[in-house]
Nanobody, 127 residues
């Protein structure tokens, strides 16, 4: 099991950047993929980005690729999401999640593959 705590969410204006962090604890942290999902009011939780256990392979939702960058530091047990060129449509609660499968070959975008979740951090983008 991995315990996750997100931070960094706050109100920002459109066009600005924001960096979210997720601090993790647990024996399996360096063995699992990590991901960011988000949930806007009245909408389902959706995939944002994921990174494999080694940090070498990443995946992004189409609408985020090129604007968002996911990275991880296995020495510090952290995963971050750098978000640039933010838009009002990016307003949501952002969640960090850890894969239920050890050493998955490619990081998943399927919400059902993630077993451990943080409490979320609110990002609000105004126009």
């Amino acid at each position: 099991q991995v315990t996750l705590v997100e931070s960094g969410g706050r109100p920002v204006q459109a066009g600005n950047s924001l960096r979210l962090s997720c601090a993790a604890s647990g024996r399996t942290f360096t063995s699992v993929a990590l991901a960011w999902f988000r949930q806007a009011p009245g909408k389902e939780r959706e995939f944002v980005a994921s990174i494999d256990w080694s940090g070498r392979v990443t995946d992004y939702a189409d609408s985020m690729e090129g604007r968002f960058t996911i990275s991880r530091n296995n020495m510090q047990n952290t995963v971050t999401l750098q978000m640039n060129s933010l838009e009002p449509e990016d307003t949501a609660v952002y969640y960090c999640a850890a894969d239920r499968t050890l050493f998955r070959g490619r990081p998943s975008a399927d919400i059902n593959d993630y077993a451990d979740w943080g409490q979320g951090t609110q990002v609000s983008v105004s126009s």
